[in-house]
């Protein structure tokens, strides 16, 4: 038994190797596009403000200020306070770098996984092959936040298993575009002719099979940075996310969601950074994978 | 097809047994049982053994997983722990909310995506397909909980338009429908702009097959070309594509269910979350999983339909 | 340039079917424009085979891609015209074109595996292609769907037109793709490389009910191939494209048996076995195809030509007659004895 559908983005892969433009080209090209470059600006942005997040926050983002609640938007503070006084710039500064660390753990977690199970597929025997497929597919099946919910019934919610749950659910889809790729390189000529002079494994793997896969594999990775600062947002908006006080952008958006009807602001301050980042991640996303390889570009 | 028929519904249920033991081995083989869980750190030993034996858990694993097996297959998920209804009872009065706002959602999505991808794909660098090229990245891109919570914001508190919360009262179908909209518009942007881009990008590809030059040079309507030559084969993906990712659709019903104090699926998973529910929880996500092997099961099968080449595969 | 237009002879030009004129296209690439086609003249008198020969990017796909005007986007017309029974087709009101393609020009692709939808079958296929026949109802096309399909050869046709394009082997499907071309009953039949994609056994089979079925149906046909024997097997007249150009043009046998370009030589040298016989590839001739983005000054051919001298390098050479009929590009082409 195997797939059961056709997977957009396993479908996807393909033996690379194209050339790749490198270095401050890749931000020249990037730049030509407009798009691209609205991309690069967001991301930059944010990656600044998260790293800087101390320095740039106005006021302490989890400090409480009785006396200015629900304050609109003034010099003193430029997106307002919420219901417990707090600065709400200061609040999606400190977002951002939760947005930030958890969007590169779990990407770097779920690819490491997805290529290490992926290349076991695509290179072990056959029923390990099967097997692996199997897991995958039964994990597709569940809807991710299902999933996260079911797991964080379990074990409670902590930062640890938010970034867990997120990298188990993106993974199967990383270790299916690195089976395919493998399969496909695997049988390639001048991996036969290789074999056939005594290379063992590791060195096939590792001298020809991980330079293939590396590049499509971190623009899907890259692409799915805008997806996983959702869920995390979304878990948090829940109230299931990373635990308070810890000003998680979903945080904010669920608890200014509460006061809607007195103070709009504070939806407005935890949806804005939202939405930008995975605007500019998304663009910057595309950007990249038009210049490393347009043939991804099919899929969706 | 018949057979073809057959085999769909074999692998569907394969998916179904597979899931299971996943969520199986998730709940029962992972140390901190559910009983302990469901029963937080304040309960007596005493209060916990009763619940462990009531939920079976005193017995071997074996014993347990076939339990397991067989109370699903009989339609019995187990009791709330609270309120003590059989969850099956309250998933299949939950099911129906999430399935029209599903419906909904996708419906509007695929009325006015597919349309808007292909005429994309006609008027290939237009300003309106460069347009529809940078609005649908942005509708993937913006959560469906930020459109939701927005939606709500301009619609209901702002201009009072519509509805914020609720699914509307029970028996009035119009105030039903009414309550709908905005979720189902916040449920479907992003999938607008997803099967817009699809659509685009598979009509593209079709229109410059053989075949269709083939077409060309009998000088066949443009129109004839586009919805009986092309459309058709460049939809087969997307229905394909609609199928398995269902999952991302209901996902997002959670997230607009809760905005929206919507009953439903979703809104008993996160109320079960929170209430440490764990039947509830595992009664809601298994039906999640049942759904999306019939999804899958349908999108196959209706692309068989279209796709006489699938038929004969097999 | 080319002052003396390369007829295939006067008297068939004033009743050709098609006739190309000084076609000249370029397409856009980013590389600069690519001069596919230059100061192409070509003609297909009434009821007869006129074969084209060339390598792969020679131009024989623009050229018969624009005897349709079914060229990409990016093509660019530089100049002459594409005369369908005095008309120009590259200047047709889309309406006009309409009614011309699959009724009185229709065309017999290369690869029968794609050039079928796949999800439609062939008797749905074959009744699209008469839609303009208002008065015919869906069953009489459907009948004459079936008749013209036994008559290239299928067995059983009335109740195949309900299969599918997959449902046949390529040669069957070739043949269906001939059936539905002759549909339309047209003046001319473009055939591209019909046999390209089959064994040979079916390539004989194919090549002879083409010849068949232009006796029976008087009509024109414009073969497209890069394999000598096809041609002189099928062909009345031939005309060599070499990137871009028409080197050399006659019947078939003017051409090949006294070729007076030396490309013509070079093809038919190479394979001595070549009347009898029927190749699959174009013989190997030294050195590569020149750029067609940066053209090089004189004779296109001067690169790879065994008798290329100075003049050569310098001016490019004009079209000159040999005898009545035959033409050649090539400076050391004998003009026709004047009389």
């Given at each position: 038994?195997?797939?059961p559908?056709?997977?957009p983005i ?7 190797g ?6 401050a080209?890749?931000f020249?090209q990037?730049a030509?596009d407009?798009?691209?470059l ?8 944010l ?12 006021y302490d ?13 003034s ?6 306070t ?5 600065d709400?710039?200061s ?7 939760i ?17 290490v ?12 092959d ?9 994990i597709?099946s569940?809807p ?9 019934t ?7 298993i938010?970034i ?15 089976r395919?790729?493998?399969?496909g390189i ?6 036969l002719a ?8 590791p ?8 330079p ?5 594999l971190l623009i899907i ?7 996983v600062i959702?869920?995390?947002a979304g ?11 810890a000003?998680?952008?979903?945080r ?7 006061f ?5 602001w ?8 939202l ?6 991640f998304?663009f910057?996303?595309?950007?990249l994978?038009?210049?490393?390889d ?7 | 097809m018949?057979?073809?028929a057959?085999?769909r519904?074999?692998?569907a249920m394969?998916?179904?047994?597979v899931?299971?033991?996943v ?14 869980i ?5 309960a007596?030993p005493?209060m ?23 109370n699903?297959?009989t339609?019995?998920l187990?009791?709330?722990v609270?309120s003590k209804?059989?969850v ?7 099911l ?10 996708l ?6 995506g ?17 347009l ?7 509708a ?6 930020v459109?939701?919570i927005y939606g709500?914001l301009?619609?209901?508190v702002?201009?009072?338009w ?40 598979s009509?593209l590809?079709?229109m ?8 060309r040079a ?10 009986r ?8 993906p997307t229905v394909t594509?609609?199928?398995?990712a ?5 996902s ?7 905005v929206?104090?919507r ?5 008993l998973?996160?109320a ?6 764990y039947p ?7 039906t ?7 999804c ?15 038929r004969a595969?097999? | ?6 007829v ?17 296209i370029?397409f ?8 596919a086609l230059r ?19 020679s ?11 079914l ?19 590259l ?14 020009i ?14 439609l ?13 208002r008065?015919l109802?869906r069953?009489?096309?459907k009948r ?5 399909l ?11 037109l ?8 390529g040669g069957?499907?070739q ?7 002759l ?6 039949l ?6 390209t ?10 090549i002879h009910?083409?010849?068949e079925?232009?006796q029976?149906?008087?009509?024109s046909?414009?073969?497209i191939?890069h ?8 062909c009345?007249?031939v005309?060599?494209?070499y990137?871009?150009?028409v080197v050399e043009q006659?019947t078939?046998?003017?051409v090949?048996h ?8 070079a ?6 076995a070549l ?7 174009l013989?190997?001739?030294p050195?590569?195809?020149?750029d ?15 008798r ?8 490019d ?8 009929g035959?033409a ?11 009389s």
């Amino acid at each position: 038994m195997s797939v059961p559908a056709s997977d957009p983005i396993a479908s996807a892969a393909l033996p690379a190797g194209t050339a790749a433009p490198r270095g401050a080209g890749v931000f020249r090209q990037i730049a030509r596009d407009p798009m691209g470059l609205l991309g690069l600006t967001l991301a930059t942005l944010l990656v600044v403000t998260g790293l800087f997040a101390d320095w740039l926050a106005p006021y302490d983002p989890i400090g409480i200020d009785v006396r200015n609640r629900f304050a609109d938007p003034s010099w003193a503070h430029p997106l307002g306070t919420d219901n417990l006084g707090r600065d709400l710039l200061s609040r999606v500064i400190a977002g951002s770098q939760i947005a930030l660390i958890v969007a590169f753990c779990t990407t770097f977690l779920a690819m490491i996984g997805g290529l290490v199970l992926g290349l076991i597929a695509g290179y072990g025997p056959r029923w390990l092959d099967n097997t692996l497929l199997l897991l995958f597919d039964s994990i597709y099946s569940f809807p991710y936040i299902m999933l996260a919910l079911a797991v964080i019934t379990l074990f409670g919610s902590s930062f640890f298993i938010v970034i867990l749950v997120i990298a188990v659910t993106t993974l199967p889809a990383y270790a299916r575009l690195v089976r395919t790729s493998t399969l496909g390189i695997k049988n390639s000529e001048f991996v036969l002719a290789e074999r056939s002079l005594g290379a063992r494994a590791p060195r096939i793997l590792f001298r020809h099979i991980m330079p293939n896969i590396l590049g499509p594999l971190l623009i899907i990775v890259s692409m799915d940075i805008p997806v996983v600062i959702t869920v995390e947002a979304g878990l948090s908006f829940l109230g299931l996310g990373v635990p308070p006080p810890a000003p998680s952008w979903g945080r904010i958006l669920n608890e200014g969601y509460s006061f809607i009807r007195q103070s709009y602001w504070i939806v407005i301050a935890g949806g804005l950074p939202l939405i930008l980042a995975t605007l500019g991640f998304t663009f910057l996303g595309e950007s990249l994978r038009d210049i490393f390889d347009p043939k991804l570009r099919k899929r969706g | 097809m018949l057979i073809y028929a057959l085999q769909r519904i074999g692998l569907a249920m394969l998916i179904c047994v597979v899931a299971m033991t996943v969520l199986f081995s998730i709940a029962y083989v992972i140390p901190g049982d559910p009983a302990s869980i469901t029963l937080g750190p304040r309960a007596t030993p005493e209060m916990r053994e009763a619940l462990r034996e009531r939920m079976g858990l005193d017995q071997p694993l074996p014993i347990q997983l076939v339990n397991f097996f067989g109370n699903v297959l009989t339609g019995d998920l187990g009791v709330d722990v609270w309120s003590k209804r059989p969850v099956t009872t309250i998933v299949f009065d939950a099911l129906p909310y999430t399935l029209a706002l599903a419906a909904a959602g996708l419906g509007w999505a695929i009325l006015l995506g597919i349309p808007l991808g292909c005429y994309s794909a006609i008027r290939r660098n237009t300003l309106i397909d460069k347009l529809t090229g940078v609005i649908s990245v942005g509708a993937i891109s913006v959560p469906s909980f930020v459109v939701a919570i927005y939606g709500i914001l301009i619609f209901a508190v702002g201009l009072r338009w519509l509805p914020a919360l609720g699914a509307g009262a029970e028996g009035d179908l119009l105030d039903q429908l009414w309550h709908l909209i905005l979720p189902a518009f916040a449920i479907g942007l992003g999938w607008v702009g997803y099967l817009a881009r699809l659509v685009r990008a598979s009509m593209l590809e079709v229109m410059s097959e053989n075949h269709v030059r083939t077409a060309r040079a009998f000088g066949l309507p443009e129109r004839m070309i586009v919805f009986r030559y092309a459309l058709r084969i460049a939809v087969l993906p997307t229905v394909t594509l609609l199928g398995i990712a269902y999952g991302g659709l209901l996902s997002n019903a959670v997230f607009v269910e809760f905005v929206f104090n919507r009953p439903g699926i979703g809104q008993l998973a996160v109320a079960a979350v929170n209430t440490r529910n764990y039947p509830v929880m595992m009664g809601a996500t298994l039906t999640t999983v049942f759904l999306f092997a019939i999804c899958t099961m349908i999108a196959d099968l209706i692309v068989a339909l279209l796709d006489p080449r699938v038929r004969a595969s097999l | 340039m080319a002052a003396v237009h390369p007829v295939i002879a006067p008297e068939a030009r004033a009743d050709a079917v098609l006739d190309v004129r000084d076609l000249s296209i370029d397409f856009a690439t980013p590389r600069g424009p690519v001069h596919a086609l230059r100061e192409v003249n070509l003609t297909v008198p009434r009821g007869s085979v006129v074969g084209v020969v060339g390598e792969s990017g020679s131009g024989k796909t623009t050229l018969i891609s624009a005897a349709m005007r079914l060229l990409p986007d990016n093509a660019e017309l530089r100049g002459g015209a594409v005369l369908f029974e005095g008309e120009d087709v590259l200047r047709m009101s889309p309406q006009a074109l309409r009614n011309l393609r699959g009724q009185r020009i229709s065309m017999v692709f290369q690869d029968p595996m794609t050039a079928l939808n796949p999800v439609l079958s062939i008797g749905q296929q074959m009744v699209d292609i008469q839609y303009r026949d208002r008065g015919l109802g869906r069953a009489a096309k459907k009948r004459k769907a079936a008749e013209l399909l036994r008559r290239v050869g299928i067995p059983d046709p009335m109740q195949r037109l309900g299969n599918y394009p997959h449902e046949f082997s390529g040669g069957m499907r070739q043949r269906i793709a001939i059936a539905m071309a002759l549909l339309g009953n047209p003046e001319l039949l473009i055939a591209d490389e019909p046999t390209t994609a089959l064994d040979v056994t079916m390539e004989a089979q194919i090549i002879h009910l083409l010849r068949e079925l232009q006796q029976d149906y008087q009509s024109s046909i414009l073969f497209i191939s890069h394999n000598l024997g096809l041609i002189a097997e099928l062909c009345d007249y031939v005309v060599i494209l070499y990137a871009g150009t028409v080197v050399e043009q006659g019947t078939v046998r003017d051409v090949f048996h006294r070729p007076q370009h030396p490309y013509t030589e070079a093809l038919l040298v190479c394979d001595p076995a070549l009347l009898q016989d029927v190749t699959r590839e174009l013989p190997t001739i030294p050195g590569d195809v020149p750029d067609l983005v940066n053209l090089p000054r004189g004779c296109i051919f001067a690169e790879r030509c065994p008798r290329v001298f100075e003049r050569c390098r310098a001016e490019d050479p004009a079209t000159r007659w040999v005898s009545a009929g035959h033409a050649a590009r090539c400076h050391l082409a004998s003009p026709l004895e004047r009389s």
